[in-house]
């Protein structure tokens, strides 16, 4: 408040320097009514930072668990097949296959 003051005197008293008054009080102004028009969307766009932040922490654990039975199935299918092979190979497979069932190239399941 006493600078207030003090540039109402400086003002009063020095006619040379008023203009630079008047342009500071205005840019002073400006600058009040440029926070108060913007400040809702600065709000508004720091909110929705937090909600994409939040989001983001709780898909991260949302999907853990299926992300995880979905590496186990995989990697427990690959064993079993692998475990299969190692019993009975492939040209055993196909020759114990009806005629009608047998192909001519067996397709390999080993590299799924």
Same mark, same amino acid.
């Given at each position: 408040?006493?600078?207030?003051?003090?540039?109402?005197?400086?003002?009063?008293? &020095?006619?040379?320097?008023?203009?630079?008054?008047?342009?500071? @009080? %205005?840019?002073? /102004?400006?600058?009040?009514? +440029?926070?108060? !028009?913007?400040?809702?969307?600065?709000?508004?766009?720091?909110?929705?930072? &937090?909600?994409?932040?939040?989001?983001?922490?709780?898909?991260? @654990? %949302?999907?853990? /668990?299926?992300?995880?039975? +979905?590496?186990? !199935?995989?990697?427990?299918?690959?064993?079993?097949?692998?475990?299969?092979?190692?019993?009975?190979?492939?040209?055993?497979?196909?020759?114990?296959?009806?005629?009608?069932?047998?192909?001519?190239?067996?397709?390999?399941?080993?590299?799924?």
């Amino acid at each position: 408040m006493k600078s207030i003051i003090k540039d109402f005197q400086v003002y009063r008293t &020095c006619p040379e320097i008023r203009r630079h008054i008047r342009r500071m @009080y %205005a840019a002073k /102004l400006a600058s009040a009514i +440029t926070m108060v !028009l913007c400040s809702p969307f600065i709000l508004v766009g720091a909110i929705c930072i &937090c909600i994409v932040h939040v989001f983001d922490f709780i898909g991260q @654990y %949302a999907l853990l /668990l299926p992300h995880k039975a +979905t590496v186990w !199935l995989h990697d427990h299918q690959r064993n079993l097949i692998r475990t299969a092979h190692s019993e009975l190979s492939l040209e055993e497979i196909q020759s114990r296959l009806p005629a009608k069932y047998q192909d001519d190239e067996p397709e390999i399941y080993g590299d799924i």
